[in-house]
């Protein structure tokens, strides 16, 4: 003898995705979620794109390939845990100073897009220290 009403017994309520409420996937991605928050706090700073246009930073630097200038990573790695430097690279962002790396010296804000402003300046070096 067939019993019909079995399967409506043992299907499962849906939610109107398609995806049950609950399941391993929506799990799966809460925790991930969590994950994410918690690597970021060591993580690269979120890109400053429009600054770094203005100023064609990417004109001479790239993130990591020494190309005309020393990359990012390399500038990182090197300043990274000097207490001063952030200040000094600000500075020197804005207004020039001597040369650390070779004999040429990068260009003043003027010649690269506009005067650089303190705040912007802290932005994109304490971008390119994350790096
Ligand atoms: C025309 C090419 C050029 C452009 C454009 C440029 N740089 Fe540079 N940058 C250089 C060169 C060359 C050096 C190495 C200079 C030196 O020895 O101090 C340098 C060095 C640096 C340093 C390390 C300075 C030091 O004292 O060690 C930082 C930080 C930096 N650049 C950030 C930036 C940022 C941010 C931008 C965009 C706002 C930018 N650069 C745009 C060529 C450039």
Redesign the pocket.
Known sequence: MPHPHIHAAIARPRSPGGIPTGSILMRAAAALAVCLQAASAFAELPEPSD??DQ???????TSDAPF???S?HQ?AE??RDKPNAST??EE??RHG???????????L?E??GGP?SAEDART??Q??LSQ
Do not use: E, S, T
């Not at 100023?55 to 630097?61: D, G, K, P």
């Open positions: 600054l770094i100023q064609h930073c990417m004109f001479c630097h005309l200038a020393p990012f500038i090197r300043y000094m690279l020197k962002l100073g001597k040369a650390h790396w070779g004999d040429m010296a990068m260009p804000p010649d690269r650089l994109l070096v971008w390119v």
